[in-house]
C-alpha cells in the first residue's frame, strides 16, 4: 500500500488517552490490532484508523464525555506539524482555511468551508462514502475545530450548531461543550460558526514559526497531488505479487486499506476495471519477459500469473492476434536486423 494512503497517528493521540486512562495495548487488543501494526512508521491503513477509533469508543462507554476529556486533555505541544501550522496562524479564519487544506494529508476525511450570510459552515466528508468514520472520530473532529478557536483567541468561542449524521443518547454534554443546540441523526456532519468569530486574532500567532512549517507542508501537498493514481498503484501490486499467483481483488482492497465494492466503485469512476488493469499488466509484462530469450514460454506464462501454458496462449492472441513463439521470433529478427 502506497505511504500516502496511510495515516500516521502522533504521539500526542497516545498521550491524550493515557492521560484519560486508556493504553496503547488496550485499545490494540479491543481493535483487533497488534502493537507492530499500530507503531508501523509509514502509519495506518483507513480501516485500521477506524478500527482504533471504535475501539476507543466502546471501551470509553459515554462517547459524549470522551469527546470532551480527549478534545481538551490533547497538549499544543503534541500538536503535529499540520496542527501547529493551524494553532499559531493569524487568526481563526486563517486556522481554519489551513486545517482544511492541511486535512487533505489525512486520507480518510476532509472539510469543506463556506461563509454565508452570518454564518460559517464546516462540512465533514470521508473519501470512502461507504464507510464513514465512527461517531467517536466524527464528534472529535468538530470538537477539535472549536478547541482550535478557543486556545487560539484565548476566547470561549461558541458554535451556533452542530449536526451529526448518527444517533446518540446525550445527557446535555456535547451541548454544554459547544456552547450551542446538537442536533443527532441529520442529513450531515456539520458545524455551524459565527461568522464575526473568524476575525479574532490569534494570541499564538508566530509569523517565524509558520515560515518555516509552511514550505514543509506545501511541498508534501505537492507530492501528493502529482504522486500515483489508484491505478498506477494497483498495477504496482499487481507486478510485485503476479509470479505464479492470479491477484485477487479482493486482496487489492485489502492492501489498499477499502472494501471490494469501494475499490469496485473508485475504478469505476476512473473508467476502468480490475479486470481491465491486471490485463493490461499482464499484457505489458509478457511482451517484457518475450524479449529475454533465455526465458522459456513457460516460464513467462508463469512469471505473468498463468496457471498453464494453454490459458497464456488464448490471451496472448487477444493482446498481438499471434502466438508467444511467433510474436518472439519476429522480435529477435528485427533485433538481429538492426545489429547489422
Known amino acids: 500500500m502506497a505511504s500516502h494512503d496511510r495515516i500516521k497517528i502522533p504521539p500526542g493521540f497516545w498521550i491524550g488517552l493515557r492521560e484519560i486512562g486508556f493504553s496503547v495495548q488496550e485499545i490494540a487488543a479491543k481493535a483487533q490490532l497488534t502493537l507492530d501494526q499500530i507503531e508501523k512508521p509509514e502509519g495506518v491503513t483507513p480501516t485500521q484508523y477506524f478500527a482504533i477509533w471504535q475501539a476507543y469508543s466502546e471501551l470509553v462507554g459515554d462517547i459524549s464525555k470522551a469527546v470532551v476529556k480527549l478534545s481538551t486533555a490533547y497538549e499544543t505541544t503534541q500538536y503535529p506539524p499540520s496542527m501547529l501550522a493551524t494553532y499559531h496562524a493569524r487568526n481563526y479564519r486563517d486556522a481554519l482555511m489551513r486545517m482544511a487544506k492541511y486535512k487533505r494529508l489525512c486520507p480518510p476525511e476532509s472539510l469543506h468551508i463556506s461563509e454565508e450570510g452570518d454564518d460559517c459552515l464546516i462540512q465533514l466528508s ?153 490485463s493490461h499488466v499482464r499484457h505489458e509484462m509478457a511482451l517484457a519477459y518475450l524479449k529475454d530469450s533465455t526465458l522459456e514460454i513457460h516460464e513467462v506464462a508463469f512469471l505473468i500469473g498463468y496457471e498453464d501454458q494453454n490459458s497464456f496462449y488464448r490471451a496472448f492472441r487477444l493482446w498481438e492476434g499471434e502466438t508467444p513463439a511467433n510474436w518472439r521470433g519476429r522480435h529477435a529478427d528485427a533485433s538481429c536486423s538492426l545489429a547489422r
Open 126 to 278: 470521508w473519501s470512502d462514502q461507504q464507510q464513514p468514520g465512527p461517531p467517536m472520530l466524527v464528534a472529535i473532529t468538530l470538537a477539535t475545530l472549536v478547541e482550535l478557536g478557543r486556545r487560539g483567541t484565548g476566547r470561549q468561542i461558541n458554535a451556533k450548531l452542530v449536526e451529526f449524521s448518527f444517533p446518540l443518547n446525550d445527557d446535555g454534554t456535547l451541548e454544554a461543550y459547544f456552547g450551542c443546540p446538537v442536533r443527532f441523526g441529520a442529513e450531515q456532519d456539520r458545524l455551524t460558526l459565527r461568522r464575526s468569530d473568524l476575525d479574532w486574532p490569534f494570541l499564538s500567532y508566530n509569523e517565524e514559526l509558520l515560515e518555516i512549517l509552511t514550505p514543509a507542508l506545501e511541498r508534501t501537498l505537492d507530492e501528493r497531488k502529482n504522486g500515483f493514481s489508484l491505478v498506477q498503484i494497483i498495477e504496482r501490486i499487481i507486478k510485485r505479487d503476479l509470479a505464479g499467483s492470479r491477484p485477487d481483488m479482493l486482496i487489492i482492497a485489502r492492501d489498499l486499506g477499502m472494501s471490494e465494492r469501494t475499490l469496485q466503485r473508485r475504478l469505476s469512476e476512473e473508467g476502468t476495471s480490475f479486470k481491465k488493469i491486471l
